[in-house]
């Protein structure tokens, strides 16, 4: 599954939805809601490779659902508010892997809208 949002801003799982165990994303000069609440994940989890360049995506994630995040931030911040979040990886763990590289932008994780 791939999700862009360029000069402007892309919702996903407003209503239930199965993501794919691979997503990637790309936010250019716009924003990304990827909200989880609703969302049936895969098996083993769900891993996201996101590409942010003076934007980012706000990721809503359940607190009973493990996220692990990792990447590299440039003039920018990973925010990660009251979700059950990590920093680095959690070797054989299922539900979120987040891999994040972000550019002038920043990527935010909760547990609320």
Do not use: N
Not at 8 to 14: A, E, F
Not at 24 to 34: A, C, K, Q
């Amino acid at each position: 599954m791939f999700i862009a949002a360029v000069f402007g801003s892309h919702k996903v799982g407003r209503a239930p939805w199965r993501p794919d165990e691979k997503i990637r994303t790309l936010t250019l000069f716009g924003g990304l809601s990827l909200d989880f609440r609703q969302a049936q994940l895969p098996e083993r989890g769900t891993r996201i490779i996101s590409w942010s360049f003076f934007g980012g995506p706000k990721v809503i994630v359940p607190k009973v659902v493990p996220v692990t995040v990792s990447g590299i931030t440039l003039f920018g911040r990973h925010d990660v508010k009251g979700s059950s979040a990590v920093e680095g990886t959690a070797p054989g763990a299922s539900g979120l892997k987040i891999k994040a590289f972000t550019f002038f932008g920043g990527l935010h994780i909760t547990d609320e809208p």
